[in-house]
T-cell receptor
């Protein structure tokens, strides 16, 4: 069964360093997302991406964050200068849906630890 | 207050019993979805109910939606130890395009 894959599963970085989290969405999906979950808290929306551009982003997704789909298969989240509070599990998701909100398919997540 | 709040926050029952989790939300929705998350893992979609639907079934899962009360419930019948996980409701707002807004989740423990 097709699945969303994410790498790395766990990354430890120093504060101020750049981090790139990678995702391979399901191949025929059209919408791509990043969510994050700080330990013990709820899952928070970061950004949605459709037709090679950001369709929606949250207040969390500030200038330190960027997304890219460089080659038609990978979907990346870059954090330019990490802060301690960026420590969280980052989930990539994709959806085949056009129109308003269908089921999302999530990856297993990338755990980011900022020291 | 937040869109999508579940109660209880934690629920512990014996295997074989039914588990009911509730979700309330604030603004009008296009649909409501329930997801499951095993500890430290990704989210798995369980069921989607549209705003014009009142009840939906999938295997041992039963979801209800009351748009007048802005609430939903997830019932898991004949629970199994493997049902132990966190369960989240997530809403798609009418104005909210594609994104899901998640609640805090209910941590369900099934005791063998």
């Amino acid at each position: 069964e097709p699945e969303v894959t994410q790498t790395p599963s766990h990354q430890v970085t120093q504060m101020g360093q750049e981090v790139i989290l990678r995702c391979v969405p399901i191949s025929n999906h059209l919408y791509f997302y990043w969510y994050r979950q700080i330990l013990g808290q709820k899952v928070e929306f970061l950004v949605s991406f459709y037709n090679n551009e950001i369709s929606e982003k949250s207040e969390i997704f500030d200038d330190q964050f960027s997304v890219e789909r460089p080659d038609g298969s990978n979907f990346t989240l870059k954090i330019r200068s990490t802060k301690l509070e960026d420590s969280a599990m980052y989930f990539c998701a994709s959806s085949p849906q056009t129109g308003i909100g269908g089921e999302l398919f999530f990856g297993e997540g990338s755990r980011l630890t900022v020291l | 207050s937040q869109q999508g709040e579940e109660d209880p926050q934690a629920l512990s029952i014996q295997e074989g019993e039914n588990a009911t989790m509730n979700c309330s939300y604030k603004t009008s929705i296009n649909n409501l979805q329930w997801y499951r998350q095993n500890s430290g893992r990704g989210l798995v979609h369980l069921i989607l109910i549209r705003s014009n639907e009142r009840e939906k079934h999938s295997g041992r899962l039963r979801v209800t939606l009351d748009t007048s009360k802005k609430s939903s419930s997830l019932l898991i019948t004949a629970s199994r130890a493997a049902d132990t996980a966190s369960y989240f409701c997530a809403t798609v707002l009418i104005q909210g395009a594609q994104k899901l807004v998640f609640g805090q989740g209910t941590r369900l423990t099934i005791n063998p």
